[in-house]
């Protein structure tokens, strides 16, 4: 029922309707940041699986893993004594 705009009629103060009206706002409270985080997530492991197949079509480096492995020169001379 909407709220009177005259005050002649009496507002609905059911208990348990209140109840469930808080319940069901606490819980799109609690919910909404976990709904955020997960889309804002997502958002970003699209972008970079995108990224990387187009990394790959394209031939460039940084096709076996992220991030970018460093050039085997740099290694194999790190690892000679």
């Known amino acids: 029922m ?10 609905d103060t059911d208990p348990a309707r209140e109840a469930t009206a808080y319940n069901n706002s606490i819980y799109l409270m ?15 492991y699209r972008g970079l699986k995108k990224n990387r197949a187009a990394r790959a079509a394209a031939g460039g480096p940084g096709m076996e893993g992220f991030p ?11 690892l000679q004594p």
């Open 2 to 11: 909407a709220a009177p705009s005259s005050g002649s009629e009496e507002y």
């Open 30 to 44: 609690v919910g909404t940041p976990y709904l955020l985080l997960g889309a804002f997530g997502f958002y970003v």
């Open 68 to 78: 970018c492995p460093l050039p085997s020169t740099a290694v194999s001379s790190s």
